[in-house]
């Protein structure tokens, strides 16, 4: 491992070291279907360590950056995969398209909504935006029969607000539109809700020639038709 990573994973490791709580790792991991261990560290209490433990990095390379969130993901716990999404989102202005394609492997392992969704808002979103060349990963990942990948692909504009390409997050959700997957539809469905802020139309539009929409994407998408 190169000096710059092995300083921001051993920095982080000493930062969660001794700071979790049992009672809050149970409860946790058994809300995230234990999926993975926790060390029972509070977000706030995170992000607070995390900051601590990182203010003296110095900007690394992109390859250094995707090394250490690398390896801080196959850490067992899963406070080190949230902060592996949050060290790329630090350094996010040394990505570029390399890391989204690497991202892919991130979404794939230890797979669950808040690791595939943290990675998203920390380091999808900003580098589709950033990218527009990034449509065709995107696709790709749309393609695939991966439910975390096409999740991630639905979301992929979550906070781009203005910039955010509406045929191209309706094209998207119509693909899918027929998955029976939860997470898939909830993804459909927040990607709708968002849009309703944008444009309205096209989401009441998209629901009226989808009438047999799954339930879970058609209640998010209402929440969002009924706050206009």
Same mark, same amino acid.
């Given at each position: 491992?190169?000096?710059?990573?092995?300083?921001?994973?051993?920095?982080?490791?000493?930062?969660?070291?001794?700071?979790?709580?049992?009672?809050?790792? $149970?409860?946790?991991?058994?809300?995230?279907? =234990?999926?993975?261990?926790?060390?029972?560290?509070?977000?706030?209490?995170?992000?607070?360590?995390?900051?601590?433990?990182?203010?003296?990095?110095?900007?690394? =390379?992109?390859?250094?950056?995707?090394?250490?969130? =690398?390896?801080?993901?196959?850490?067992?716990?899963?406070?080190?995969?949230?902060?592996?999404?949050?060290?790329?989102?630090?350094?996010?202005? @040394?990505?570029?398209?390399?890391?989204?394609?690497? @991202?892919?492997?991130?979404?794939?392992?230890?797979?669950?909504?808040?690791?595939?969704?943290?990675? *998203?808002?920390?380091?999808?979103?900003?580098?589709?935006?950033?990218?527009?060349?990034? $449509?065709?990963?995107?696709?790709?990942?749309?393609?695939?029969?991966?439910?975390?990948?096409?999740?991630?692909?639905?979301? !992929?504009?979550? *906070? !781009?607000?203005?910039?955010?390409?509406?045929?191209? @997050?309706?094209?998207?959700?119509?693909? !899918?539109?027929?998955?029976?997957?939860?997470?898939?539809?909830?993804?459909?469905?927040?990607?709708?809700?968002?849009?309703?802020?944008?444009?309205?139309?096209?989401?009441?539009?998209?629901?009226?020639?989808?009438?047999?929409?799954?339930?879970?994407?058609?209640?998010?998408?209402?929440?969002?038709?009924?706050?206009?």
């Amino acid at each position: 491992m190169g000096k710059w990573a092995n300083q921001a994973v051993s920095q982080t490791k000493m930062a969660f070291q001794n700071a979790g709580n049992k009672t809050v790792a $149970r409860g946790a991991a058994n809300y995230m279907k =234990s999926v993975s261990p926790f060390l029972g560290i509070s977000a706030p209490k995170r992000n607070k360590l995390q900051k601590k433990a990182w203010q003296d990095l110095e900007i690394p =390379s992109e390859s250094e950056l995707l090394l250490a969130a =690398s390896t801080l993901w196959k850490l067992p716990e899963r406070e080190y995969q949230y902060a592996g999404a949050d060290l790329i989102g630090k350094f996010i202005q @040394v990505c570029t398209l390399v890391t989204l394609n690497r @991202v892919k492997v991130l979404i794939t392992s230890k797979s669950w909504w808040d690791s595939v969704d943290n990675l *998203g808002s920390k380091v999808i979103s900003p580098l589709t935006l950033k990218f527009p060349q990034s $449509r065709k990963i995107i696709e790709l990942w749309s393609n695939s029969k991966n439910i975390w990948l096409i999740r991630a692909a639905i979301q !992929h504009q979550r *906070g !781009h607000k203005k910039n955010t390409d509406v045929d191209f @997050v309706i094209s998207l959700c119509q693909k !899918h539109v027929n998955n029976p997957e939860f997470f898939v539809s909830k993804a459909i469905g927040w990607a709708l809700r968002d849009l309703t802020k944008i444009d309205a139309w096209a989401v009441k539009i998209f629901l009226r020639e989808n009438p047999k929409l799954n339930k879970v994407a058609l209640r998010e998408a209402q929440k969002g038709l009924n706050r206009i």
